[in-house]
T-cell receptor, first 109, second 114 residues
Framework: GENVEQHPSTLSVQEGDSAVIKCTYSDSASNYFPWYKQELGKGPQLIIDIRSNVGEKKDQRIAVTLNKTAKHFSLHITETQPEDSAVYFCAANDYKLSFGAGTTVTVRA | EAGVTQFPSHSVIEKGQTVTLRCDPISGHDNLYWYRRVMGKEIKFLLHFVKESKQDESGMPNNRFLAERTGGTYSTLKVQPAELEDSGVYFC????????????FGQGTRLTVV
């Protein structure tokens, strides 16, 4: 089955700085890679996703890159704001989602 | 349109008791998934329904867990009897089609077994 590893487990950044979270996956059959943000007391919410025929995707301050050869993908948040503080999960999907362990991001004002 | 709804939001039960969690998916979503997150670890897949049929239940921990999806609408996940290691947050998600489409998550049920 798929195994997804996510690093770092915690990340503290100064407001306005960038945050980068990296994930690796094991199953070359996986072809859909979503990123979820979970705020306190809420369920995970999709913030961006990428499919295996695309190397990079941007949506305002967030971007995701995918390297299928190396089986890794990353989330980049630029110009971080306090509301970006949350737990972020990467996932890989062959036909079901396999999640990383999560990264707790804290944006310091 | 209502999102994925889970009941209850919290449950505290004693070891050996039974608990039933409920999930109402987004209307029209054939795919329904149950996941669990144990403190500080990854969100782990439990099982997948397509309409009323169990497509994949490979993630179910043991036979103390029973999931049903009546008529392909809402789903229940029953734990009987509950053990301490069953504590965690149970998430339900639904999607229109599979694979590679967005899965919408409920807010989760935090289960504490004492």
């Amino acid at each position: 089955g798929e195994n997804v590893e996510q690093h770092p487990s915690t990340l503290s950044v100064q407001e306005g700085d960038s945050a980068v979270i990296k994930c690796t996956y094991s199953d070359s059959a996986s072809n859909y890679f979503p990123w979820y943000k979970q705020e306190l007391g809420k369920g995970p919410q999709l913030i961006i996703d990428i499919r295996s025929n695309v190397g990079e995707k941007k949506d305002q301050r967030i971007a995701v890159t995918l390297n299928k050869t190396a089986k890794h993908f990353s989330l980049h948040i630029t110009e971080t704001q306090p509301e970006d503080s949350a737990v972020y999960f990467c996932a890989a999907n062959d036909y079901k989602l396999s999640f990383g362990a999560g990264t707790t991001v804290t944006v310091r004002a | 349109e209502a999102g994925v709804t889970q009941f209850p939001s919290h449950s505290v039960i004693e070891k050996g008791q039974t608990v039933t969690l409920r999930c109402d998916p987004i209307s029209g979503h054939d795919n329904l998934y149950w996941y669990r997150r144990v403190m500080g670890k990854e969100i782990k897949f439990l099982l997948h329904f397509v309409k009323e049929s169990k497509q994949d239940e490979s993630g179910m921990p043991n036979n103390r867990f029973l999931a049903e999806r009546t008529g392909g609408t809402y789903s229940t996940l029953k734990v009987q009897p509950a053990e301490l290691e069953d504590s965690g947050v149970y998430f339900c998600a639904s999607s229109q089609a599979n694979p590679n489409t967005e899965a919408f998550f409920g807010q989760g049920t935090r289960l504490t077994v004492v």
